[in-house]
């Protein structure tokens, strides 16, 4: 067991996901909007794995990369399905609220884990610059910080670009710039200190264990 978990992460993490859903369906979690964010959680991971093993050439990444770029910030909208626990109430009281609390935390680790590990697999394939990583990160959580407030506040979502353009464009166009700059700085900083400690997991890992 403990072999097959090493030669297969990517896998192991692929039925988790979809035993997960599985589990929120059939015990008719609260949270029933999770199936769909978990799944679309798993498209960007499987874009980078996709990215990652085939050949390296640029007219097959360039266009998995823009898909992957369009779908990447679902994992981290995620984040803020942590407003929903209003509508459980708030103080962890019963069997209820303790069932529906542990779903929607363990899904949106879930999620973020596997967007955070795309991203890391996408930035490696790019460059193995540590400077322009670290400029990846940056752009990365400003895009995603802007593609979450479309998608929580304008109620915008990754198809609308392909299906709605010119109603998408126009609904961005009408949006409060105050607020979307406040939301826009808060949440990018937010992901960059998510990464760092990403990052930092990552390197006392292999420092400890390797």
């Not at 859903?21 to 059939?26: E, H, N, Q, T």
């Not at 394939?125 to 940056?138: D, E, F, Q, V």
């Not at 392909?162 to 700085?185: C, D, G, Q, R, W």
Request: net charge positive; glycine share 2%; hydrophobic share 55%.
């Amino acid at each position: 067991m403990k072999n097959f978990l090493i030669k297969h992460p990517a896998m192991v993490l692929n039925i988790t996901t979809l035993l997960l859903i599985a589990y929120i369906y059939l015990t008719k979690a609260h949270f029933q909007f999770l199936i769909v964010n978990l799944a679309l959680a798993l498209i960007p991971f499987n874009l980078s794995l996709l990215t990652k093993n085939i050949p390296s050439k640029p007219y097959l990444h360039i266009p998995l990369f823009l898909i992957w770029l369009v779908f990447y910030p679902n994992t981290i909208y995620m984040l803020t399905d942590f407003s929903h626990l209003s509508s459980i109430g708030t103080g962890l009281a019963n069997s209820f609220q303790y069932f529906n609390y542990s779903i929607l935390t363990v899904s949106i680790i879930l999620a973020l884990l596997l967007g955070l590990l795309s991203m890391e697999s996408i930035l490696n394939m790019l460059t193995r610059s540590a400077g322009l990583k670290i400029l990846g990160y940056i752009i990365l959580s400003i895009l995603a910080a802007f593609a979450i407030y479309f998608g929580r506040f304008l109620r915008l979502n990754s198809s609308d670009l392909f299906f709605k353009p010119t109603e998408t464009i126009n609904t961005i166009l009408a949006a409060n710039s105050n607020e979307l700059l406040n939301f826009v700085s808060y949440f990018s900083l937010m992901q960059l200190f998510l990464i760092f400690i990403y990052q930092f997991a990552l390197i006392y890992c292999k420092r400890e264990y390797i």
